[in-house]
């Protein structure tokens, strides 16, 4: 990944943290992405740079095109090209199976702040950030996504449905990308722990999900970061439209 832009959305804590460090111990230039935590944000520059790797923060709302494209532009006119993109903002929700709205609790409101802030915010990235990677001949597109797709032992039902959705859309750009050198894949995390959203998942899920799971235990944000890294590395350049899933074996597909 050396020499590599790599831009990360969502990428001041959590998984996108994870990620982003990850690629800056690749000798990656890491796009830093934050929408409010501009501290949290630099703190990830600093920690990448202090282990020898290169990043940059740069704010923008996802679910805003003309921010996206502001960001992108930023991008291209200082370094020339962006090689990796990683789909990883989210609008903000927690995995509460207490506090969660049942089907019939939901309102379409609820489903359109998770399209708006899973689906949309992809759909404004790789429509920035696809005439250059055609024009190069290469690019990797990373798109996060759930394993409650395919086991959805808690019904988070707009959270899902939304993710589900970012699938299908990867999968189009997969069929119509793939003549240009641009592949395009999906990370289906299992439950995380620790990060914010899933701080709030009570112990006893998490204890089910730990006895289901063959290796016995969540995943980590380093878990996820390790995949996206692999789907964005040379060794994965034959492999597009496919949606790895980080759980442990929790689902089997």
Not at 147 to 171: E, I, Q
Request: aromatic share 6%; hydrophobic share 40%; proline share 4%.
């Amino acid at each position: 990944m050396q020499d590599r832009v790599v831009l990360v959305t969502g990428a001041s804590r959590g998984i996108g943290k994870a990620i982003a460090k990850n690629f800056g111990k690749k000798q990656a230039m890491v796009i830093v992405n934050y929408l409010k935590s501009e501290d949290l944000a630099e703190q990830v520059v600093k920690e990448i740079e202090d282990e020898g790797g290169h990043a940059l923060a740069l704010q923008a709302d996802v679910t805003q095109a003309s921010e996206v494209n502001g960001m992108v532009k930023a991008i291209l006119d200082n370094l020339g090209t962006i090689d990796v993109v990683v789909n990883n903002a989210l609008h903000h929700y927690t995995f509460n199976p207490k506090t969660r709205k049942t089907a019939w609790e939901l309102e379409w409101e609820d489903y359109q702040g998770q399209i708006d802030g899973s689906l949309k915010g992809t759909f404004n990235l790789c429509k920035a950030v696809l005439p250059q990677m055609k024009r190069q001949g290469y690019g990797r597109i990373i798109n996060m996504v759930t394993n409650l797709m395919d086991f959805p032992v808690v019904p988070y039902h707009d959270y899902t449905t939304a993710k589900a959705a970012v699938l299908g859309y990867s999968r189009n750009l997969a069929k119509e990308l793939g003549p240009f050198g641009i592949t395009v894949n999906c990370v289906a995390p299992g439950l995380t722990y620790p990060t914010d959203s899933s701080r709030e998942t009570q112990e006893d899920v998490r204890e089910i999900l730990i006895r289901l799971t063959p290796m016995g235990r969540l995943a980590l944000p380093e878990d996820i970061a390790g995949a996206v890294a692999f789907l964005a590395s040379k060794e994965a350049g034959f492999i597009t439209g496919q949606c790895l899933r980080v759980d442990g074996g929790l689902t089997m597909t």
